[in-house]
């Protein structure tokens, strides 16, 4: 039988909630077709408090030799600024196993109630997920004189605009075969209009997608006016990060978007997590919805290859859902919606 | 009887048509209050083809000498690239005369029926336009090779920030007095982290103001679920351009959308323009929605301190679309919105 070493990382807050639940679904999911292990790493706000940062010297090192990496969530504003804390577990993570594709799906579950009157859209966000405006290139000049300046500075390689772009296509051709690229390239005239020409160059590799190209900001008005015209979406670090959260927000909320930052030559672990942060206000409290969490958990099972059980617990969410359960914020605690999805796993 | 005097770009395609439709509404609302003296500039893509250009080059300094610029719509992507167009016309006017407040108001129109549930928002974006992810700074390594990289420079300056921040905590303070600035911080840490500073320290002189501060993309989200928690909102360049795009989604589309571009020192005339394109396919057709359009003309009389005339225009445009004109794509022409907002300023 199989067995799929898992470094589990829940990282702060409501990080921990969901992923107690999502490893519970998870195991249940595998009955005895393949088994788990998982080894769970401290590396949080708490842990920065006592050891002075996020995660030690050889955590990447430590990391690598898991078949896959599930984080819950990361922050603790209160105590470690946001800069500190993301900048010393998550992103580097991303960074260091060349998780280039950020990839989130973007759907109406049934029983949800999202804010849109428009509800049949089904959309696949692929961000860029290491370089451009992330890429933590940048510096102050005159730090509190009146005339500092703060620079930051996107950095786009051809290397990585050509492969999430490559990836985005492979997607869309499992799909509706349908690849919109999101660039600014009337007001950014070095970053985007490279993006924009490597799309091209690209977009001739797959004659079978259709490619459309359209500026970030008319994209976030599509999104809210006509999703259902949308299917696979490319777009670089932070015009993926905006639109993600909206596709989030259009699918009923962060409490149903699920995501994964995906090695896709392999040479790394992928990693797997909510998109949601962790909503101190609410950590431990068995309030937090665990339904983007389960969901990331089947999407890390479809990329070790059991796509067969990753289906089955998305069968078992939307079953869930579609009885109204986790459907709406505080209508059920944390182990209410998971005990429901295990009943619909076992039906 | 005071005599302002503007000079009015129509631009690319509807651009035109808008214009038109606008000047004959503030003329009508002028009545015998004040006189509108126009020169209108054929600086456009069409022009650009003509004289390489896209704008003489003395351009800026012939535009000095009015009271105020109108704009309707620049670009005309299919013989001019918009990073050639925008960066020749549109963006230089902006920086050439500290065009620094870009504010858009978001609410429906009565009789507007917009794709969100929630219906009670009353926004007020107000983008950073001179500055930070628009610089136009960065440049291109190894063009064509597989070594390549591409940067695009966003550059912020203390007097940049500091100054929009005080515009919108006046603009707060005469509305419910709630102010949200708009960043990344948690992955954009030379930038972001100095715009949050800045925000602390400007407010400090506004206790009665209210501040949040929220991420981008927890703001893109916020706008869809919740808008009507949100009062004046305030961000850089390309975050305000993203949000006043899901701004005009939210009120209905881009045929609602006004936009003034303020020199808050009145150092150099102010430029008011719709926020949509020049939409070529629907160009010189008679269909475009001139709404967002006379609304930013309206904005223009307001900035010019005919603020009684300017409310007047607003009325007439609700008076109009309460009647179901000019409300949906397609249902009404150009001129048959433009008639009825006519009479509703007669009645
Ligand atoms: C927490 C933050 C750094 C992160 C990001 O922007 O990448 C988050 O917003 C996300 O979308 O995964
Ligand atoms: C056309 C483009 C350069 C412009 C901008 O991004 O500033 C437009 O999108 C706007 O919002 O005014």
Known sequence: MTNYRLALIPGDGIGVDVTDATMEVLRAAARNRFTLEAETFPWSCEYYLEHGQMMPGDGIETLKGFDAIYLGAVGWPATVPDSVSLHGLLLPIR?????????????????????????????????????????????????????????????FTRKGVERILRFGFEQARARRKHLTSVTKSNAQKYSMVF???????????????????????????????????????????????????????????????ASANICPDRTGPSMFEPVHGSAPDIAGKDIANPIAAIWSGAMMLEHLGEAETAAEILSAIEAATAQGIGTRPGSHSTSDITAAILAALEA
Chains 1, 2 share one sequence.
């Open 95 to 155: 960074k260091a196993f060349t998780q280039y594709a950020n990839i989130r799906p973007h759907r109406l579950l049934p029983g949800v109630e999202g804010p849109l009157k428009a509800e049949g859209f089904d959309i696949l966000c692929i961000r860029e997920n290491t370089e451009g405006e992330y890429s933590g290139a940048g510096g102050r000049v005159h730090m509190g004189q009146d005339n500092e300046v703060a620079t930051e500075v996107a950095v």
């Open 195 to 257: 993006w924009d020409e490597v799309t091209k160059e690209i977009a001739a590799e797959y004659p079978d997608v259709t490619v459309s190209h359209m500026h970030i900001d008319a994209m976030a008005a599509k999104m809210v006016m006509a999703p259902q015209d949308l299917d696979v979406i490319v777009a670089s670090n932070l015009f993926g990060d905006i639109l993600t959260d909206l596709g989030a927000a259009i699918q009923g909320g962060l409490g149903f978007a």
